[in-house]
């Protein structure tokens, strides 16, 4: 049976006016003008910020609001109450108070990779229904695209190390904090810090302990003394507070202490400095102290670039706490300097309409050849060699496979007809997808772009529509 | 009479569990060793991602959590199944179960502009509780100031143009984007795009129409037609959906129509393509087509250095959609193709504690000066010559000045006892603020670093207690 987890909610508050307003205005002067047929928009991403595929993520919160998508009486009234313009008239808020979602949606699994271009979600219904969704959607979709992307671009340099998701103070408020720890555990880290996150989405969840407990006693052996005491089969030091070769010593010290008594210590964690030559010093030092089961992790600014510029100059580290740059997203590169926006640049857009028996393909050429978009409602078939890896996709037209096209029914006439995955389940179905992306396409530098091409009849309808408005505007 | 505005709630769900687990373990550690001593914790941030200033905001929404963090007996019963580890003992849920904050906040008001190291929040109580907020805290004001100080930049650029909110569908999730338009609204912004913003925090709201409108109907000339009716005093029409000269042509045709009912066209929107050329271009048709007081508006990946070149080409242009690059906070330079990550690096940490009738200095220096702390509780002196243009400011210890510091009492004892000011209030604050801030401090290129200075006490102190440190570790 269709269900979808609770935790897609996120929250319960209402996000009816999650809207940009045009969504609203456009749907008053639709409604006066009685334009409210079936069309298609679809969700797709212009670029990929950084590196060369995408891991699309976010599908159960959209389909969560779109199920639920509601205008309370409170918001139809603080709507025609608002003194702003242009506004929005009495026959339209009763339009919107009966608003139901009652059409398909057909998309790619979360964790599936995905490229420029190619259709990840569409969304089929009313016209004035389907804009509604456009805000919330994109917001969501991208977020969380490009942050199961970042995630996975930092597991793939990683060798197997335990990744953890580090990020929430540095994420873009709540939902981001929040949203962040669940699309990168679809990429492939093994923990958050975040432990509401954990309560929502069940991701296991991980803490040791701040400067602050060190800080806060007189001296930092007896603070991680204490921290032990409490913590005896879980105890992993944070080493930097004073000075990380004495804090290395001070957690050899209890590391023996812990011994005598039965207990291990798990490990210490490095968070500012020079990690290569510390990781070096503080292994050193814990094997001399007979402690070489004690793990070694670091955070302070990792990303991708870091993380493999240590692990091949040969830094002893066995885990890394990743923060900032995973949380937002970052594309910047550390070693050169450059960078971008921090954001996907994914869109939602017309590409279809229904008018009497009759389907239309819709599209924007413009003079900005970037911003255009390909017509129609499409789907994506992925080939695949002997090995199964994939070796190309193909956008074609909607009809023109049968099956096996990347998008499935997910709703169906309002109804839920997809089985969600549990979010680990997710997180395995993405790590195969990975490993069956040859390897030229995840290398950091320059990797190869992965072959998408046109199906020969949806290349012929582009540029037929393409004739056909330039005959018209000229 | 104190008040806290309700548009502070944000979403009334439970956020109590939006702590990193380490606020838990270290309580727990904290509990067992009868270390709870009263502390101060000290919000600052250790740079400015962009630029030479910050705009402070978020106040509001962490007062808000301070004063409302109750552990529901959900989250305790959660806390003590979940199968994390290391775990946490029935008699700290106890201690969690009574929790309600009982301390003091100071803090300087949103809007005020801050210089890296200078506190921006003191938060003082039991050290348990008021560790408990470090995660809350720093998402939220992190992006806040991130984002108001990045509207002030595009607002100081615009020479008085209006500049509009678009970035929702950028934005890093729901909250990013509400806050994002609460943020940037104190910025500068104004209005937004966000209907939902507006219902929180009474921003002005603004929308036009999208190129769906426009693809869905058999003609642009038609499709403008439509909208020109429904919203007769407040049309702005998107014209680059084929051919943004043709679209503004029949932005003409539409205008002489609305005239000859007694009506106006408000504008124009350009949304891709070269955007001084189209626009120089677009103004002419405007003109000769008798439209003189038609605007044209701007949005494609707007920020302050596209606008600074656009305004500074001759581009003639009345007003700006900022979208992606303002949500995100981008630190992204598109002219040099430097950038860093979209985060304000702020943090929350530990600077004094009582022991008995003792105050005592903590901080942290470690082997990376860029993570050391300014120890002990301070205050900032700002000083301003007799136009009441900035100067210079002073960080001072606590008690070294008896008035005019730039914290202000929030909440003592647990008790409300600032009177917010609204949103509206805090943007014209600002305003005042960034004026009396010397421009040379705020051009986009090389802005002259404002002048910080440690008082002598502060720096004594800061000396003493390295000494201290360094002849305790050798």
Redesign the interface.
Known sequence: MANLPKSALL???N?A??????????G???F??S?N?V?T?NYFARAIPQGAYLIAAGLEQVIHYILNLRFSED?LA??QS?K???EISPNFVDYLRNFKFDGDVYAVPEGTIVLPNEPIINITGR?IDV?LF???L???M??QTLIATKSSRIVNVSGGRICFD?G?????????????ARASFIGGMSAT????A??YFDI??????????I???P?ELGAFR??A???P???ILLI?????I?GAKHAVTIGQEMRAKGQELRGVRL????LLE?SKQVRSILDDGDLKEAKIFAS?DLDEFEIDRLLKSGAPLDGFGIG??LA?????NPIS?????????GVY??VE?IKGDQTIP???????T??STLPARKQVQRFTDPDQYYIKDQICLWDEIDQDGLLIPIVKRGELVYDFPTLKEIQVQTQNNVSSLPDKHKTLDQPATYPVTLSQKLENLQQELINE?QS??S
């Open positions: 929250t319960e508050t996000m006016l999650f809207v940009d307003y045009y969504e609203l205005t456009m008053q002067a639709d006066d003008s334009q047929a069309c928009e918001d603080w709507l608002s702003s313009i242009p016209s804009q456009e805000t919330y994109l917001s969501i991208n977020f580090f929430a103070r540095r994420a873009h408020g709540r939902d981001a904090a929040i949203l962040s810090s975040l432990v509401i954990s309560q296991p969840y991980v803490g040791t302990l701040a400067h602050k407990f800080q806060d006693r001296s204490d921290y005491m409490s913590f089969h879980n105890t930097d507070t004073y000075d990380t004495q968070d500012s400095g020079n510390l302070n900032t740059r937002t997203g970052a594309t910047f300097g450059n960078g971008g926006v921090s954001a996907l640049p857009k017309h309409k819709t599209f924007k050429i413009s003079n900005d970037a911003k408005k018209n505007v």
